[in-house]
């Protein structure tokens, strides 16, 4: 089975803070996603990446950013964390294919407090 | 631009009895259509999804679904609730972004099965 992890369930930071959030998957998955959860919101699509050293803007990448050294590990970054990032943040990864139609995988989620 | 709708915050149904939860789609070419579900505190769970051929896709957990491709609509069901199939559903549509395959995901439908 495919796993995805995330570093921390729960998070709490201060507004100003340098924030890193860690994703690892171990199926050798091509794609890796960040999503952002909030109620009425759904899922928003914040950065994802295709492959190693690659990385795409999503619908809402204002304040994060997003780093991809190593194929199994994608991290997203909040230079200066804000109060309004306190939000749930999903990861997800999906093997490539050529119609682009693999489910993908979530991680847990990490649950992130900006006081 | 893809879009997800799911006209419902909550659905209630009683245990045993059948359950539908709705979803409708707007894209361009052929729809890819994902169903996922989430327990409390924990990250989304694939259910099914819709590539070609039968309207009628079964996944997980007894959950099927069904893809009407006049209505844009693919609703997901189950002919006898469960309380454990409490959770959160989302519905999710293939789309692009910056000529990437992504999903965009609906706003979620709680359900809410009762004894």
């Known amino acids: 089975d495919v796993k995805v992890t995330q570093s921390s369930r729960y998070l709490v930071k201060r507004t100003g803070e340098k924030v890193f959030l860690e994703c690892v998957q171990d199926?050798?998955?091509?794609?890796m996603f960040w999503y952002r959860q909030d109620p009425g919101l759904g899922l928003r699509l914040i950065y994802f990446?295709?492959?190693?050293?690659?990385?795409e803007k999503g619908d809402i990448p204002e304040g994060y950013s997003v780093s991809r050294e190593k194929k199994e590990r994608f991290s997203l970054i909040l230079e200066s964390a804000s109060t309004n990032q306190t939000s749930m943040y999903l990861c997800?990864?999906?093997?490539?294919?050529?119609?682009?139609?693999?489910?993908?995988?979530f991680g847990p989620g990490t649950r992130l407090t900006v006081l | 631009a893809q879009s997800v709708a799911q006209p419902e915050d909550q659905v209630n149904v009683a245990e045993g009895n059948p359950l539908t939860v709705k979803c409708t789609y707007s894209?361009?070419?052929?729809?890819?259509l994902f169903w996922y579900v989430q327990y409390p505190n924990r990250g989304l769970q694939f259910l099914l999804k819709y590539i070609t051929g039968d309207n009628l896709v079964k996944g997980s957990y007894g959950f099927e679904a069904e893809f009407n491709k006049s209505q844009t609509s693919f609703h997901l069901k189950k002919p006898s609730a469960l309380v454990s199939d409490s959770a959160l559903y989302f519905c999710a549509v293939r789309g692009f972004s910056s000529g990437y395959s992504t999903l965009t995901f609906g706003k979620g439908t709680m359900l809410l099965v009762s004894p």
């Open positions: 990446s295709y492959d190693v050293k690659m990385k």
């Open positions: 199926m050798d998955h091509e794609n």
């Open positions: 997800a990864s999906r093997r490539s294919g050529p119609y682009s139609y693999n489910e993908q995988f």
């Open positions: 894209v361009s070419g052929n729809p890819y």
